[in-house]
Structure formats: C-alpha cells, structure tokens
C-alpha cells in the first residue's frame, strides 16, 4: 500500500486585529512544535467582547499533518 495517513488536531488562535491574524497565529505558533503541517481548515469564528466593543477575535481551525510512523506523534503534541 502506497497512501499517506495525516493526523487533524483542532487548534485555537486569537487577535485583536483580524480572523486573518488569528489564523495566521495559531498555524505558526503549532508548526513551531508539530512538523509536516499540510492544511488549516477554519471551523468557526467569533469574537470576545467586553462593553459591547470587540476586543478580540477568535478562529478554531483544524490543523493536519502526515503521520510518520516512525515518529511518536502523540508525545510530542501532549508536551504542549
């Protein structure tokens, strides 16, 4: 068999500038730690707010990357 497993983790990011930011943010801070990223999928956005005023927004993406058997994926994420 040829074919490739990836593994998905749901991760949050926030800004107070942007959903774009917010993305942007939690892909780079989980590819500090977790290789081979291959997609973000953005699952839902909102915001947080505080006196009626937006002080920040929020995205939860999926995050996906290849599993490679010959690394302990699963150790390596709970270090986090």
């Known amino acids: 068999m ?3 497993v990836y593994v998905v983790n749901e991760i949050v990011g926030t800004s107070t500038t942007s959903w774009e930011d917010a993305a942007k ?3 780079e801070t989980a590819a500090q730690s977790v290789h081979d990223l291959r997609i973000g999928e953005v699952v839902t956005q ?3 707010l505080e006196n009626g005023k ?3 927004y929020r995205v939860r993406l999926n995050i ?3 599993y490679h058997p010959d690394k302990v994926w ?3 994420i709970r270090k986090h």
């Open 64 to 66: 996906s990357f290849k």
């Open 25 to 27: 943010s939690a892909i």
């Open 2 to 4: 040829g074919g490739s």
């Open 46 to 48: 909102d915001v947080t």
């Open 54 to 56: 937006v002080v920040s």
């Open 74 to 76: 699963h150790e390596e």
